[in-house]
């Protein structure tokens, strides 16, 4: 690879066109050599990526790269839906593919344009242009629009990316309400704009609060539990009040090595302490929550007992 064209890749991020390899003195057939060394990948015809940063980036950051280098072959179309949150820095909860697949890339035309599959680019209706900014050297829908869009075909994936930009502040919980609204986007966004907290702090506990809530419970969030006396006890991620349920989100499983044990013992301390003030504690996994009769059957336990 020459000095042009390692120039060319770092100015755009670790992605290039076809006449960008031209410009750098890449014809096909030298093309055809760069990949064959693994010096580029080729994610799609005329669009490629860095060869080595490809190898070594995990799932969303390849998604990422890949995103990119599409999106610069199609003119008049921006990255959206599921492609633009991961675009955004937001999570994707990689436990629950179904939700979040990333083997495709999504755009929308700007302005108008009809839905389509074209291998592994999905084409989905387009959006206004007041939706679209520029974002790491691309057009990508706002934050907001990705989220409400992705929404729209996996709750879970929309509330994990919702939560993490609300957090992060990002958007507001407001702000995706209005929108949602505005728009008449039905119910699974507007469902997702309603439920957005910045509380959550991970996919996981953005999962559980989206099956609680399909189990009809609004659990308060990261509730400070003291003793008698005003002692701090515990900071617990879900509480049901009234009921003295606490639900907590485990998503390591495994307490593996001296330090795993060290925590599973703490953590048996803390539960300890808090069933003393008269609470029962439910812990949820990944597995649970793929199986929402399982954490209501938990949950009645903990209430009968």
């Given at each position: 690879?020459?000095?042009?064209?390692?120039?060319?890749?770092?100015?755009?991020?670790?992605?290039?066109?076809?006449?960008?390899?031209?410009?750098?003195?890449?014809?096909?057939?030298?093309?055809?050599?760069?990949?064959?060394?693994?010096?580029?990948?080729?994610?799609?015809?005329?669009?490629?990526?860095?060869?080595?940063?490809?190898?070594?980036?995990?799932?969303?950051?390849?998604?990422?790269?890949?995103?990119?280098?599409?999106?610069?072959?199609?003119?008049?179309?921006?990255?959206?839906?599921?492609?633009?949150?991961?675009?955004?820095?937001?999570?994707?909860?990689?436990?629950?593919?179904?939700?979040?697949?990333?083997?495709?890339?999504?755009?929308?035309?700007?302005?108008?344009?009809?839905?389509?599959?074209?291998?592994?680019?999905?084409?989905?209706?387009?959006?206004?242009?007041?939706?679209?900014?520029?974002?790491?050297?691309?057009?990508?829908?706002?934050?907001?629009?990705?989220?409400?869009?992705?929404?729209?075909?996996?709750?879970?994936?929309?509330?994990?990316?919702?939560?993490?930009?609300?957090?992060?502040?990002?958007?507001?919980?407001?702000?995706?309400?209005?929108?949602?609204?505005?728009?008449?986007?039905?119910?699974?966004?507007?469902?997702?704009?309603?439920?957005?907290?910045?509380?959550?702090?991970?996919?996981?506990?953005?999962?559980?609060?989206?099956?609680?809530?399909?189990?009809?419970?609004?659990?308060?969030?990261?509730?400070?539990?003291?003793?008698?006396?005003?002692?701090?006890?515990?900071?617990?991620?879900?509480?049901?009040?009234?009921?003295?349920?606490?639900?907590?989100?485990?998503?390591?499983?495994?307490?593996?090595?001296?330090?795993?044990?060290?925590?599973?013992?703490?953590?048996?301390?803390?539960?300890?302490?808090?069933?003393?003030?008269?609470?029962?504690?439910?812990?949820?996994?990944?597995?649970?929550?793929?199986?929402?009769?399982?954490?209501?059957?938990?949950?009645?336990?903990?209430l009968a007992a």
């Amino acid at each position: 690879m020459n000095e042009v064209l390692r120039v060319r890749l770092a100015a755009n991020g670790g992605v290039v066109d076809a006449s960008e390899l031209a410009q750098a003195g890449y014809d096909r057939h030298a093309t055809r050599a760069l990949v064959a060394r693994g010096e580029l990948h080729r994610v799609r015809a005329g669009a490629f990526v860095d060869g080595a940063a490809f190898r070594v980036a995990g799932p969303a950051e390849r998604h990422t790269l890949t995103a990119r280098a599409v999106v610069r072959r199609l003119d008049g179309y921006a990255v959206s839906h599921l492609s633009a949150v991961v675009l955004w820095g937001l999570p994707v909860a990689t436990e629950d593919p179904g939700a979040a697949r990333l083997d495709v890339v999504h755009v929308s035309r700007i302005g108008a344009g009809r839905a389509r599959l074209a291998g592994a680019v999905r084409v989905h209706p387009a959006v206004g242009s007041e939706d679209v900014v520029r974002h790491r050297g691309v057009p990508v829908v706002t934050v907001a629009a990705a989220i409400l869009q992705t929404a729209a075909t996996s709750m879970r994936a929309g509330l994990i990316a919702a939560d993490a930009a609300v957090r992060e502040g990002l958007v507001s919980r407001d702000a995706l309400v209005d929108l949602a609204e505005r728009r008449g986007l039905g119910f699974a966004p507007q469902r997702v704009a309603c439920l957005a907290s910045g509380l959550s702090e991970s996919a996981g506990e953005s999962w559980t609060r989206l099956v609680l809530s399909g189990l009809g419970w609004e659990p308060e969030q990261q509730v400070e539990i003291r003793d008698g006396d005003g002692r701090f006890v515990a900071r617990v991620d879900f509480l049901l009040r009234s009921e003295r349920v606490v639900i907590e989100f485990d998503g390591a499983v495994k307490y593996d090595g001296a330090e795993g044990r060290l925590a599973l013992v703490r953590e048996k301390h803390r539960e300890d302490a808090l069933r003393a003030l008269g609470y029962r504690v439910v812990r949820l996994t990944w597995a649970d929550l793929r199986r929402p009769e399982r954490v209501a059957s938990l949950l009645r336990a903990a209430l009968a007992a």
